[in-house]
């Protein structure tokens, strides 16, 4: 497609519940990120994956969140026993270039609430 | 806690006055980027400076580097009622970290 896609748009949950979001980057893009927006808030890294690089996790804040990239291009960020702390927005964005970091492009988030 | 942190947190003004945000870091950076979100949606690349250049125009933009403070400004001029939205600075840490560290934004409300 044109642009960064995710899905779902909008995730109602209950606590306790897992839930699966879905980031479709730009065509022939190699890098993957997921941020995290809490409401009014800034954005917060959770994981990147480049190529065939390990992915830096270093931002993944519990063992309740994992994330693949299958195929070097769809990424799935999977959160287990999902807490009311987890309502966010869940940005994902991805960059062509490679070495040095430039422009990042990002999709519309899912927006996800645990009830 | 955010490396880029922006000031001020909200911004009101009038259509056409200039509209003045800045941001400061506390790392070595390799450049730094600032973005816009509108409310509800994704977030959209607006200009890069490089940590070896002081000032960069685009359009309306102009962006500056003073890497000796680890400040950016970003001025948008003659503002309009459509640039009301959130503004971020990102950062592109030169420590190894290869993902760019978003500040906590500030809030835009141009007035028509």
Known sequence: ?115 | SQQGEEDPQALSIQEGENATMNCSYKTSINNLQWYRQNSGRGLVHLILIRSNEREKHSGRLRVTLDTSKKSSSLLITASRAADTASYFCATDENTGRRALTFGSGTRLQVQP
């Open chain 1, 1 to 115: 497609g044109a642009g960064v896609s995710q899905s779902p748009s909008n995730k109602v949950t209950e606590k306790g519940k897992d839930v699966e979001l879905r980031c479709d980057p730009i065509s022939g893009h190699t890098a993957l990120y997921w941020y995290r927006q809490s409401l009014g808030q800034g954005l917060e890294f959770l994981i990147y994956f480049q190529g065939n690089s390990a992915p830096d996790k270093s931002g993944l804040p519990s063992d309740r969140f994992s994330a693949e990239r299958t195929g070097g291009s769809v990424s799935t960020l999977t959160i287990q026993r999902t807490q009311q702390e987890d309502s966010a927005v869940y940005l994902c964005a991805s960059r062509g270039t490679t070495g040095r970091t430039g422009e990042l492009f990002f999709g519309e988030g899912s927006r996800l609430t645990v009830l």
